[in-house]
């Protein structure tokens, strides 16, 4: 699967109100990226899903996947590209200890 156009197109989904097709293409991410160790594309994924989870009130499959996208060890050069998924995972595990 080429992960670049297969995370576009989740998100794609996610804009058009194709949730659940987005869920599903994500988790196929998430787990190609798991089993080829790429970090970028797991960060990605995981954020995502966690978003995904944190805006359905899943609060604990959504800390799963946001402590994976921040806990990630990541490859030289791709913090900078991944900053962005990595300070909403942050943010959103802040809102998550202030639930509780």
Same mark, same amino acid.
């Given at each position: 699967?080429?992960?670049?156009?297969?995370?576009?197109?989740? &998100?794609?989904?996610?804009?058009?109100?194709?949730?659940?097709? #987005?869920?599903?293409? =994500?988790?196929?991410?998430y787990?190609?990226?798991?089993?080829?160790?790429?970090?970028?594309?797991?960060?990605?994924?995981?954020?995502?899903?966690?978003?995904?989870?944190?805006?359905?009130?899943?609060?604990?499959n959504?800390?799963?996947?946001?402590?994976?996208?921040v806990?990630?060890?990541?490859?030289?050069?791709?913090? *900078?590209? &991944? #900053?962005?998924?990595?300070?909403? #995972?942050?943010?959103? =595990?802040?809102? &998550? *200890?202030?639930?509780?």
């Open positions: 699967m080429n992960l670049d156009a297969a995370f576009r197109k989740a &998100l794609i989904y996610l804009d058009t109100g194709k949730e659940e097709a #987005a869920k599903e293409l =994500l988790d196929a991410i787990q190609e990226s798991l089993e080829t160790d790429d970090s970028l594309h797991l960060v990605q994924s995981s954020c995502a899903l966690g978003q995904y989870y944190y805006n359905r009130d899943e609060f604990t959504a800390r799963h996947y946001l402590d994976i996208t806990s990630t060890p990541l490859e030289e050069g791709l913090d *900078d590209l &991944l #900053a962005y998924e990595i300070n909403v #995972a942050n943010e959103l =595990l802040l809102e &998550l *200890d202030a639930k509780n």
